[in-house]
């Protein structure tokens, strides 16, 4: 069973060096591939394209690169698909992304599984897509959500990796839903460690997933005490990672934030 990280192109020299030490710490571990992260509206366009360059070149990872959408000319992908083929980039992330602030117009793709149906068109790339255990934050209803997600599977997606979630049960639901209406293709967990319990609850009100009651107590019961919040969020994580493995979850793709300390712990207390 083979796993994944994520990183996000760094903004500055900082950022590179802590970005280079967390693959160097990640490497023993074997991951699979290490996607890279792109900005809403291709904001991140060029860092996108050093970083899954360097992760390739340094590393002898293969680096698998976000691709979104919105925003984007059909010529503008093909040149990026044309790009990424030369460089022997095998697999995208395929996203629709957000619309910027102050951009009305979607551009030539108004959803993600018309990017897929593109590169699948295109040729030559083994296709990732986003699913939302919990619902897309933006979705008008979840059965629209689970419609929107059959649709980008249907369109030549390979695989789907989830947003993070902190409730076994919402990955389970998902699963079998999909199943239901004939998806068959993995469904790879998304795991966000826990180490810093305010970013976390940012980041979730942003995204939609929920943090439950008994864990937010917890965390709030800590204070400031980051130490104790990280070792609780080691602990959850790692019990919910192996329940899902257990039920057949086929792998894990831990979104590292550019840090390695909380992934290596989890992915050692699974042996994996």
């Known amino acids: 069973m083979a796993h994944s990280v994520e990183f996000f192109p760094p903004k500055n020299a900082a950022g590179e060096q802590r970005l280079q030490e967390a693959i160097r710490a ?19 366009r060029e860092r996108t394209f050093a970083t899954v360059d360097m992760i390739r070149k ?20 093909q040149e990026i698909l044309e790009d990424y ?17 102050g ?5 030539h793709f108004e959803y993600a599984a018309d990017l897929v149906g593109f590169i699948r ?27 929107h997600l059959v649709e980008k599977v249907q369109a030549g997606a390979d695989a789907v990796i989830t947003q993070y979630f902190y409730n076994p049960d919402a990955y389970l639901q998902l699963r079998d839903d999909l199943q239901r ?16 319990f305010e ?31 990280y070792q609780l969020g080691i602990e959850l994580l790692s019990r919910q990672c192996e329940t899902l493995l257990s039920q057949g979850a ?13 992934t290596t712990a989890i992915w050692q207390n699974l042996g994996l």
Do not use: W
Request: net charge negative; with cysteine.
């Open 26 to 44: 990640l490497l023993p571990l074997k991951p699979e591939y290490a996607s890279v992260t792109f900005g809403a509206g291709g904001s991140t």
């Open 58 to 77: 340094d590393y002898a990872l293969e680096a698998v690169p976000h691709l979104s959408c919105i925003g984007s000319t059909e010529s503008g992908i």
């Open 85 to 101: 083929r030369t460089q022997g980039i095998q697999r995208i992330v395929a996203l629709r992304g957000d619309l910027p602030e």
């Open 103 to 107: 951009m009305s117009n979607p551009g």
């Open 121 to 147: 068109q295109f040729g030559g790339f083994k296709i990732y897509v986003a699913g939302y255990p919990e619902v897309h934050p933006k979705a008008v209803s979840a059965e629209e959500d689970l419609q």
């Open 181 to 196: 209406r004939g998806v068959e293709v993995p469904i790879v967990v998304g795991v966000m460690p826990i180490t810093n």
């Open 199 to 229: 970013q976390i609850s940012r980041f979730s009100a942003m995204c939609g997933a929920e943090l439950p009651q008994y864990l937010r107590r917890r965390m709030e019961a800590y204070g400031e005490d980051l130490q104790s919040q």
């Open 250 to 262: 086929p792998s894990l793709h831990f979104y590292t934030l550019n840090q390695s300390e909380a």
